[in-house]
């Protein structure tokens, strides 16, 4: 006949395997595996990094080219195709060689796709030369950090001393508003009003 150790029975048997067999699952679901973290953030696509309040410098060779200002901002670590999201829109401000301000351009709502170097800028999106008053208006445009252009395929409005001009398909431009071009364009022109001697 066997006879039971003291304080050992079947139950506290049960609630051993089942708190042994508890540690193991958990112990294998807490495998540090970074690339199973990286996918599961991309597929439920969740920042990596948030900031507030950011201001990021851009210069080339030791030259201040431009300034970014944005109350938020969030990085999405794709794999395939990393990019910042600014969901409550951003100022962007141009400088020239001599360090004044040139041009800047403010948004509701941008994007920046990091390998292409492309900032994507939706919804009130207000672009001005600071030296010559042009203003820009549009609901969405691009600008190739690149290629120092801006564009858009959406209806513009260009101000400027010589009056105001649409852009029924977007336009082209250099990023401090020079050498613009509307597509399908129509506008209104300020006739200046010359006096004739007697």
């Known amino acids: 006949m066997k006879v039971p150790m003291p304080g050992f029975t079947s139950r506290y048997y049960m609630k051993f395997a089942f708190l042994i067999t508890v540690t193991c699952v958990v112990f294998c679901s807490c495998e540090n595996n970074i690339a199973t973290i990286k996918a599961l953030d991309e597929d439920l696509n969740m920042p990596t990094q948030t900031g507030t309040d950011v201001q990021i410098i851009y210069s ?11 109350p938020e901002l969030k990085r999405f670590s794709r794999e395939n195709d990393p990019y910042y999201e600014f969901p409550k829109g951003l100022t962007v401000i141009f400088y020239s060689p001599d360090g004044t301000i040139e041009s800047h351009i403010r948004a509701n709502y941008a994007l920046y796709f990091e390998k292409q170097e492309l900032w994507e800028a939706r919804n009130n999106v ?16 691009f600008w190739n950090q690149k290629d120092e252009t801006i564009y858009s395929d959406q209806f513009t409005r260009i101000i400027n001393a010589d009056g105001t001009f649409y852009g029924e398909k977007g336009f082209e431009a250099r990023q401090d508003l020079s050498k613009w071009k509307l597509k399908g364009s129509k506008g209104t022109v300020n006739v200046k009003d010359e006096l004739q001697e007697p």
């Open 126 to 141: 207000v672009a001005k030369n600071e030296k010559t008053n042009e203003q820009l208006f549009t609901e969405h445009i």
């Open 60 to 70: 080339d060779s030791g030259l201040l080219k431009g300034k970014i200002k944005a």
